[in-house]
């Protein structure tokens, strides 16, 4: 599973993920945007893992009033992997569709 070829792919992905993110370092109305929040569903998605159960996701338990809460240290490390997972074999699947025999 841990070829070149995967690994060139995975690399790409996050490569695109960073440059469509990275408007929203200059241009702040980028991330209100459709693409903006395109790019912000894996930050959102702690808020639906914490909505079906998995504890230690978010500050205060989720408690923060009217606000949102903030992920905690967990909450972080949960998501990068979870999505790296994702993206890891989105490259892998590209990288066998498209690999030579």
């Given at each position: ?6 690994l ?10 960073f440059?469509l993110?990275?408007?929203g ?5 980028y991330?209100?945007?459709?693409v ?7 930050y959102l998605?702690?808020y639906?893992?914490?909505?079906i159960g998995?504890?230690?996701l978010?500050e ?9 809460c ?8 949960f ?6 997972l994702?993206t890891?074999?989105l490259a ?8 030579k025999?």
């Amino acid at each position: 599973m841990l070829k070149l070829r995967t690994l060139k792919f995975l690399a790409a992905f996050i490569l695109i993920y960073f440059l469509l993110l990275s408007p929203g370092l200059i241009w702040p109305k980028y991330l209100d945007s459709p693409v903006g929040l395109l790019v912000a569903i894996p930050y959102l998605s702690v808020y639906l893992f914490h909505g079906i159960g998995i504890p230690f996701l978010l500050e205060h338990n989720g408690a923060c009033g009217w606000g949102w809460c903030a992920p905690t240290l967990f909450g972080w490390i949960f998501i990068c992997l979870f999505w790296l997972l994702v993206t890891w074999l989105l490259a892998a699947f590209f990288a066998n569709i498209t690999g030579k025999d």
